[in-house]
Structure formats: C-alpha cells, structure tokens
C-alpha cells in the first residue's frame, strides 16, 4: 500500500501512544540537537502527546548555534523545553579519566571523548526521563542505523526509535510536511562532537550514497566499500552484548 507521509507520520504518532500506554509510563523526551533528526523527532512526541513530550538541549562544548537551532525548534513545534549545561561535568568527567591513564598509551583520545559527551548526554535524559516516568525517545536514522553511526549506550541507548525505518532523504521529506524551520532544514548535518565535525566528513561517504545503497541502487565502488565496512565493523551496537554459550 502507498501511503501519504501525512499517513505515514499519523501512524508513527499512534505507535508512539502505543508504546507509552505499554510501557505504563506518562510520556517522551528527545534531546534536542538542532539537527534534522531530532527536530523531526519532536514534532512526532509533540504531536503524540501534547502535554507529556519534553526537548532537552544538552550543550557540551558545542557550537553556540546548536543550542540556537535547538531552541528554535522547540518553539517552532510547541513542545516544552529546557536546556542542561554539560560542559563543566563533562570537563570534571574527562580530566578525571585522563589524569589516570598513561597518556603514552591513549590511542583513540578524540574518539573517547566525543564518546563521553554522547554517553553523558543520554545519562542525562535518562535521569530527567526516569524522574518524569517519561521514555526516551531516539532519533536514529535507517541510514545512521545501517552504518552504526551512533555512540553505543550514548544515542544508540534509548527506548524507542520512531525514526529508525526511514532514510535520511525521507526524514528531509518528513521535515518539510511537519514544518520544520528552514535554518534547521539547510544545516549540514553533525553530531556536535567537535568543532567543524560533520556526519558526512567523518564518514567518508554520503546519506545520498547509503539511501541508494539501502533501495538497492548501484553506487560507485569506493562508496559501498566504506558503507558495507561500516556495516560490519559496526555489527555490535545493533545487537545484545555476546556472552558464553550455557555450559
């Protein structure tokens, strides 16, 4: 069956309600980034639950406009919103693991870190979440999902994902139809992980070249070697962590 996007987001909305009314909780929170993702994401907790949908702006040591575009954006949808400074406990965090190691030993410093800023992040919005009885809602991608592009127990640590199926393109197409501002639409899209860092630049290739990868276009070589790379060295963070067999 072809459906509208109109549809497609009403029965998104439901599932949502669906899945609040399972769990026995009261609502939904996203934190709000600035980016296309989470603000399409809102848009849907705003629109399940009008009264009971939260958007957190979590700044850690992040450009000043994505807070900018995060309060936009709450504002632009109407859902209740506040914001929570990381940047000090995230500095009192990190300088307290890195004053333990020895440095001459440290080989993935950068990627720790922006780890630790995902991770603390989402530490936070469960501790708003579990004191509202509220679930946490992600805002991962079909393409990000494909690639493992996302912090294992950081973005990827979450109750439901109500974007999960759909291709950046398409999240693009549901912003348009939501409403989504225009500064958020024109953004390219980041993480926030650190200065200058976007999705694309990190991973070497395009959501253009993933979404066809995904509808089984053909690309170029170099492309779907990086992504099908990504895929597999990815594999755990879409699955439970392994454990031995029952002996």
């Not at 506040?82 to 333990?100: A, R």
Request: proline share 4%; with cysteine.
């Amino acid at each position: 069956m072809n459906r509208t996007i109109e549809e497609k987001i009403d029965l998104t909305v439901d599932w949502i309600r669906g899945k609040v009314k399972e769990s026995g909780t009261n609502g939904v929170l996203v934190g709000l980034s600035g980016g296309i993702d989470s603000s399409v994401v809102a848009y849907l907790l705003k629109k399940a639950f009008p009264e009971n949908s939260l958007g957190v702006i979590l700044p850690c040591k992040s450009n000043s406009k994505d807070a900018e575009d995060g309060k936009a954006l709450a504002i632009a949808c109407g859902i209740d919103h506040f914001t929570v400074e990381l940047t000090e406990p995230h500095d009192i965090l990190h300088n307290s693991i890195q004053g333990k190691l020895d440095q001459d030993r440290v080989v993935n410093g950068r990627l720790a870190d922006a780890n630790l800023r995902a991770r603390l992040r989402m530490t936070t919005l469960y501790g708003i979440a579990n004191s509202l009885n509220y679930l946490v809602a992600g805002t991962d991608n079909a393409a990000e999902i494909y690639t493992g592009y996302f912090t294992k127990y950081g973005d990827g640590g979450v109750d439901i994902v109500p974007i999960c199926n759909l291709q950046k393109r398409e999240v693009y197409q549901w912003a348009r139809v939501l409403g989504v501002p225009k500064q958020i639409l024109d953004r390219a899209p980041t993480a926030g992980l650190w200065e200058g860092q976007t999705d694309e630049g990190e991973m070497g290739t395009t959501y253009d070249m993933i979404d066809d990868l995904l509808e089984g276009k053909k690309i170029p070589d170099k492309d779907r070697e990086i992504i099908e790379r990504l895929h597999r060295i990815s594999e755990h963070k879409r699955n439970m962590p392994p454990g031995p067999p029952k002996f």
